[in-house]
C-alpha cells in the first residue's frame, strides 16, 4: 500500500524557481522530477509520510501548522540521499523552528512514519546514476537557486484514494 503523507506546498514564485531547477536538470539530460507527470509531482516539503495517517492527525496538524502559514524555509545547500548506484538529489530544508516543532508533535502522532527522523529537503531529482552526479551538480550550479522557500498551503494525500487535499492555507 502507497504511503500517505502530509506535505507542504509552495507559493508560486519559489515553486517556479523549483521547478527551473527541475527543467534544468532535465534539459541537460539528468533526471529530474521534471519527468514525473503525475497529479502529485509538485515541489513541496514532507512533514510524514507513513503507510496510514489517521483521520484524527488531520485536524491536530490542521490547528498546529495553519497559524504558522505562510513559512519561510531556509535553503542551506544539497545534499544526496542513497548509497547504491542510483541517488537522490536534494535541498537540504531549515524550517523555522516553531514549523519544526509542530511537525515533531504531528509525527509523534503517526506510529507507522516512514523515516523516524525527519529531514527536511524539497527534491530535485531522483535516482539519479552516480556517473551523472557531476553533470547534475554543474547543471544546479549554473542556474539560480532559491535562497529560501515559501510554503503556503498543507495538503493531505491519500494515494490509494487518488486524494490531494488542501487542509491549510496560509
Sequence with gaps: MPDQALELSFEPASDAAVVAQWEALKAAGVPSQADHRSMTNAP????VAAV??????????REA????????????GLVLFGQGARVTIAHLIEPEPALAAATAR???LVPSVR?????????LA?????????????VLDSTEAPGE????????????QDLIETIAIG
Design 149 to 160: 522557500l515559501i510554503c503556503d498551503r498543507l495538503r493531505w494525500w491519500d494515494p490509494a
Design 52 to 61: 496510514g495517517i489517521g483521520a484524527d492527525v488531520l485536524p491536530v496538524a
Design 44 to 47: 513541496h516539503l514532507t512533514l
Design 115 to 123: 523515516h523516524p527522523v525527519w529531514t527536511p529537503h524539497v527534491t
Design 65 to 76: 501548522i495553519a497559524p504558522l502559514l505562510p513559512a519561510r524555509l531556509g535553503v542551506r
Design 106 to 108: 504531528i509525527r509523534e
Design 126 to 138: 531522483r535516482r539519479v546514476p552516480r556517473r551523472l552526479l557531476p553533470a547534475a551538480l554543474d
